[in-house]
């Protein structure tokens, strides 16, 4: 006899929520100090000259690596490559997630290693809280980070943390457990305090095995950038994961590789910087004395320079108008980046200091009605957003349609010998190629296959919308049978001869439209941004424009310019 299922799901849900109404304020400042803290530190960073970091890091790299040709030539090499690419904003805003991930993991993981050493009964507590953290998907942690934080790089760092704590927990354990026996006796024999035992034989004695975990935690960090870009971290994970929505191999091979690079300095730093600590300990008291005053000096000439450009950035803001900022979320879909960035162009024109979002379709919908994004222009109504927009109608705004006649579907190539979802039998391996899991065309797609008997044994099986339009690509090329779930306006029915499957039952739904929806309140804050949301509408014809252009190789942001060069007469109607 089988159990009745527990309600683990209710519990989590039930919990995160008691969580965000209980510590609602709590979370408001963290986020709040955090994101201040963040963008005060990458203004920082691009605030100096390009140039002057990479030579700065190329004169490091040759100083801290004693000599090696090796990495100093791979570090100016690598550093002058991505900001050739135009991703050094990106970079500065990767690093910044990545360190602050670092630190704080860092903070907590060396206590928790030292805690567990020293009691057998907290190891026992701590090492599977630690197992659940490092096997259990990445892609989880997103959920209470958005839910706590809501979306930027507060969230992206929350979940760096939980995914980079482990490595340095262990290995301090480790390498305070390994510290010899007779080392411990002998610290004892001369009267140590349990202080001096920690401060003077065992952290010392442990240092490179501490310093191997801190190295992993480095690693881990990074390796969530691209996680974390789906809840509005930004940087150089916001390239890959652009890419990937949108099958672009070489972009992505270039944010990826932007990636490599900067994985590899930091992996070197840290195992060169390992290496000196441990040639320091052995040198003699004076050349210990002379070195700490060179630290000194250099710490005292950063802390001027942070206060001089602190300064200068004073200044140049009290001589500028402060600008208002508009943030705009959307989905990696090409008809949403090409609608945004239109969008955003227009604002920035008027003035405005746009930022444009890339976010998961849940979390995009959960911005608007938390008032972190003023608004999108990416709601697909009625039926592929309909979850969506039930849960968060009393939240947000819906100012009308500003794209008509938008249609989703079951898509095969022409070529194949079906014409309806009623047709269909064994074809492409009984499988609907969709995209993002709880996308409401995949939602749509598994209902039809419920609903029609002939599509018994049929499953849809999710992936990506770069997965699936690189799937269909190769599949018209070897002229295969796939079913995959679509849209139009979408640049895949310019490129290919595709035709949507008729659907007699309509569990696909109708005709749709594309929707502008904003926060509440921003017509009493934002006047102009209201107005001109409210008025923005286009043609397919004019969206496919766009999207032609970028998928040409444009950047949105060039191609949207374009756009509106040869359209004023319609963005001024916009701004009426």
Do not use: C
């Not at 411990?184 to 920690?198: C, P, V």
């Not at 070197?268 to 002379?290: D, I």
């Not at 802390?303 to 108008?321: E, S």
């Not at 609608?339 to 200091?353: A, I, K, P, W």
């Amino acid at each position: 006899m089988l159990l009745a299922k527990l309600p683990v799901a209710d519990w989590m849900e039930n919990f995160t929520t008691w969580m965000t109404n209980t510590f609602a304020g709590l979370f408001a400042a963290i986020q709040s100090g955090g994101q201040a803290t963040m963008d005060g530190l990458t203004d920082f960073l691009l605030f100096i000259n390009p140039w002057v970091w990479i030579i700065g890091i190329t004169i490091l790299a040759f100083i801290i690596s004693t000599r090696r040709i090796g990495i100093t030539l791979f570090s100016f090499f690598g550093l002058l490559f991505i900001y050739n690419q135009g991703l050094w904003s990106d970079l500065m805003n990767t690093f910044t997630l990545v360190l602050l991930a670092s630190l704080v993991s860092i903070i907590i993981g060396v206590p928790l290693g030292i805690w567990a050493a020293k009691s057998n009964r907290a190891q026992s507590v701590i090492k599977p809280i630690l197992d659940f953290m490092q096997t259990m998907p990445a892609f989880v942690y997103l959920i209470p980070a958005v839910a706590f934080f809501g979306i930027g790089v507060v969230p992206g760092v929350f979940s760096s943390v939980i995914f980079a704590l482990p490595p340095t927990v262990r290995m301090t354990n480790l390498g305070i457990r390994g510290v010899s026996t007779e080392l411990i006796e002998a610290a004892d024999s001369f009267g140590s305090t349990a202080w001096q035992k920690l401060i003077k034989v065992e952290l010392p004695m442990a240092k490179n095995t501490i310093l191997a975990g801190v190295n992993q935690t480095l690693m881990l960090a990074l390796s969530m950038v691209v996680t974390a870009s789906m809840i509005g971290a930004p940087g150089l994970g916001r390239g890959v994961l652009s890419a990937l929505q949108r099958a672009q191999v070489g972009n992505g091979f270039v944010n990826g590789l932007a990636l490599v690079i900067l994985a590899i300095i930091i992996d070197r730093f840290t195992q060169y910087a390992n290496e000196r600590l441990s040639l320091a300990s052995v040198m003699s008291e004076q050349q210990k004395k002379r070195r700490k005053q060179i630290r000194w000096i250099t710490v005292g000439a950063a802390v001027l320079a942070l206060i001089g450009v602190g300064v200068a950035q004073a200044a140049t803001k009290g001589n500028t108008k402060a600008q208002e900022t508009v943030n705009l979320s959307y989905v990696q879909w090409d008809s949403e980046v090409a609608s945004t960035n239109v969008v955003g162009e227009v604002l920035r024109q008027m003035g405005y200091d746009v930022k444009l979002t890339a976010l998961d379709n849940a979390v995009m919908w959960q911005s608007v009605g938390s008032g972190e994004s003023d608004g999108m222009v990416s709601a697909w109504l009625p039926v592929t957003h309909k979850e969506q927009y039930d849960k968060y109608k009393s939240k947000v705004q819906d100012l009308g349609v500003n794209l008509k006649g938008v249609k989703v579907g079951l898509v095969v190539p022409s070529y194949m010998k079906v014409d309806s979802i009623s047709d269909l039998t064994n074809e492409a391996g009984k499988t609907v190629t969709g995209i993002e899991p709880g996308a409401g065309v995949v939602s749509a797609a598994q209902s039809t296959v419920k609903d029609y008997d002939n599509l018994a044994g049929w499953q849809v099986s999710t992936s990506s919308t770069g997965a699936m339009t690189v799937a269909l690509g190769k599949a018209i090329k070897e002229h295969k049978p796939l079913v995959v779930t679509g849209w139009s306006p979408h640049w895949m029915f310019s490129k290919y001869d595709l035709k949507y499957l008729k659907d007699p039952k309509g569990t696909m739904g109708k005709s749709e439209a594309i929707h502008t929806i904003v926060r509440q309140g921003l017509k009493d804050d934002m006047p102009e941004v209201y107005k001109v949301l409210d008025n923005f509408h286009w043609t397919q014809k004019d969206m496919e424009e766009v999207m032609l252009e970028i998928n040409g190789g444009a950047s949105p942001r060039k191609a949207a310019q374009n756009w509106i060069k040869s359209h004023k007469d319609e963005v001024a109607e916009w701004q009426k």
